[in-house]
């Protein structure tokens, strides 16, 4: 149905039932669980459904596949509500249970519930400490609604601020809202939101165009993409506010050509808010008309640069310009555009429902409001996770991700995606804003935390970046083309045992002239990793360097493991695991074939007793 005036709208929320109290069985369709089988359990509980007349007879049972719930680690994840029961690794055979004795009976299945590796049982989400510590804004209807079902979003207050602007704020009052929010940009810049878009509607020109940012390129970043996967309608409706606010009658959501399932669903949300009267001409019978349209990039990892992306969209090479001049006044085609990333767009609905006032109470005095990040790397719980900005990162990596799996201990987190940097445990007291870890020679970037154990070779890990750097520049200026290629080479001879003690001055010099002569925030943000692992973990260089060994044992040309015979038990825990056959039991302990050995360090990862030692 289409809501030709404001009063429609209106009248059809307040007639939705408050589906709180409805049993609802949200099962995550997020990557992570989609690739774990979620589908299945999806489909079994809907056949299961079908099988039980009296569900429908007792109880208004209602089966959603969501976006993304979070807790990747422990997927494929089914939630019950109203109750909150919580159910990790479901399967399709559990089905049956969960609607026999879950749904109609009202039993809990206690070997689906969550434990926590001190062997805690949790039974619903919300006391897990993995969701207790966290404050979700961006993400509060992701994993929680159907984001294929335009009135279920409307169900949870979606395009009510959208119809509040229209009736009760001018453009310009939009624009103070979201300037005292306090909203910055969360692609990375940390651009202040409001401000970008007062200058953007102060700017000369024949029309201004918004664009969304979903080209996440970041290695191991989904938070843009679970949103657009899970809640598209609040991205959508965040665009349409910010056209109404500069005066733009046509937008551009860029999304990675790897996202299929999030441009389906943006496709579908497009379709439907047109359909309903949120898009197109004359919406919600205001006169005021605004359009979207889905742009498709390659992959290419500099189009997340802004004026890189413009010109993609434009059909052109994606390179960067200068950046003096302003894409706020020159911007797509050549005229005013307001670009922000794909978090940003989702908090502007929430901020004028809830005020400005709210928003700006939550986070530190210049970052505000909250940050939604992917946990990866060697934490116990990984997944996707939003916190106040100024949350420690000690709180982040130990209490929501709780702590360092294999009890291993931590080393390192990087910060920011390939062009973070890396800090060391007596950073982790850091709040996390944006001048606080710039300060510490990281940045916030989209959203990207990696933690890393002591099995993690710092001198390689900036060797990664480098190499992923190099690999995605454009190549136009000679700064980052030239400059990312021979920090690149330096480094990989550092991890062959190559390196010499003039390569780390000659590096550091390297990085300061990309800082400050590339063209685009890629090249001036690259030598991070490097710069930063060189400040904190200069004695792995001087390791590699000097004693020409690696001590995490990661680089093969300068690493070699043996067993220590006193600590051996003589398991054959790393004979099974070895994969190239090189450990043998000679007496009661196990010994390794020089020759043999591949260096890949399976056998220190599996060794429960420590037996397993780096030379």
């Known amino acids: 149905m289409r809501f030709n005036t404001l009063q429609e709208f209106w009248d059809f929320k307040n007639s939705l039932k408050d589906s709180e109290s409805e049993t609802t069985i949200l099962v995550c369709g997020g990557p992570g669980c989609l690739a774990r089988g979620s589908r299945d359990i999806y489909q079994a509980l809907q056949q299961e459904k079908e099988k039980h007349p009296e569900v429908s007879l007792n109880i208004e049972l209602k089966i959603k596949e969501t976006g993304c719930h979070g807790l990747c680690q422990k997927g494929p994840l089914v939630v019950i509500m109203p109750e909150k029961l919580f159910y990790t690794e479901a399967r399709p055979q559990d089905a049956k249970r969960i609607i026999e004795d879950t749904v109609l009976k009202g039993q809990i299945i206690d070997e689906l519930l969550y434990r926590s590796p001190d062997g805690k049982v949790y039974t619903t989400f919300d006391e897990i400490p993995f969701y207790k510590h966290q404050t979700r804004i961006a993400l509060r209807n992701v994993g929680n609604i159907d984001p294929e079902d335009i009135t279920d979003y409307i169900k949870k207050g979606g395009y009510t601020a959208l119809a509040l602007v229209l009736k009760e704020f001018s453009p310009e009052q939009v624009i103070q809202a979201i300037e005292k929010s306090g909203l910055r940009g969360r692609g990375g810049g940390g651009f202040p939101t409001g401000k970008k878009w007062r200058y953007c509607r102060e700017a000369e020109g024949d029309t201004r165009y ?54 389906r669903r943006l496709r579908k949300a497009i379709d439907d808010a047109e359909k309903h009267g949120f898009l197109g001409d004359n919406i919600l019978g205001t006169g005021f008309s605004f359009n979207i349209k889905i742009k498709r990039g390659g992959g290419a990892f500099v189009c997340g640069e802004s004026t890189a992306l413009m010109k993609s969209i434009e059909g052109n090479i994606g390179e960067p310009r200068a950046k003096y001049i302003h894409s706020v006044e020159r911007g797509l085609y050549n005229q005013p555009t307001v670009l922000n990333n794909v978090e940003t767009w989702c908090n502007v609905p929430v901020i004028i429902t809830r005020g400005w006032e709210w928003f700006a109470e939550i986070g530190t005095d210049k970052s505000k409001g909250t940050k939604a990040f992917s946990l990866v790397g060697k934490a116990v719980n990984t997944g996707l996770i939003e916190v106040p900005m100024g949350t420690p990162l000690k709180k982040i990596i130990y209490q929501i991700g709780g702590g360092i799996a294999g009890k291993k201990k931590f080393k390192a987190v990087q910060t920011g995606g390939p062009s973070g940097g890396c800090l060391p445990e007596e950073k982790l007291a850091l709040p996390v804003d944006y001048e606080k870890l710039t300060q510490a020679g990281s940045m916030m970037g989209s959203g990207g935390l990696i933690v890393m154990d002591e099995r993690t070779c ?89 004693a020409k060994r690696c001590p995490a044992g990661v680089c093969a040309e300068l690493t070699a493991f043996y067993i220590d015979p006193e600590l051996c038990k003589a398991c054959g825990a790393c004979i099974k695991a070895c994969p190239a056959e090189s450990i043998t039991t000679q007496e009661d302990f196990c010994v390794i074939d020089d020759s043999k050995c591949t260096k890949c360090g399976t056998c220190y990862d599996v060794c429960r007793f420590g037996a397993v030692k780096v030379k």
């Not at 940012?213 to 665009?239: C, K, L, Q, T, Y």
């Not at 080479?489 to 003039?502: V, W, Y």
Request: with cysteine.
């Open 458 to 546: 710092m001198v390689d890990v900036a060797r990664y970046f480098l190499k992923f750097l190099m690999d995605e520049s454009c190549g136009k200026c000679v700064p980052c083309r030239e400059g990312l290629l021979q920090m690149f080479q330096l480094i990989d001879s550092i991890t062959k045992g190559k390196g010499k003690m003039e390569y780390l001055d000659t590096i550091e010099t390297l990085g300061w002239a990309m800082k400050e002569g590339c063209l685009c925030g890629l090249g001036k943000s690259a030598p991070n990793p490097v710069l930063s692992t060189i400040r904190y973990f200069k004695e792995e260089y001087l390791a590699h360097i000097q």
């Open 210 to 263: 918004i664009i969304c940012n979903g080209d996440e390129g970041d290695p191991g970043a989904f938070m843009d993409r679970s949103i657009m996967e899970g809640d598209p309608h609040s991205v959508i409706e965040g665009m349409v506010i910010g056209a109404y606010a500069v005066g733009s009658p046509q937008g551009y959501i860029y999304v990675r050509e790897e996202y299929p399932i999030a441009v």
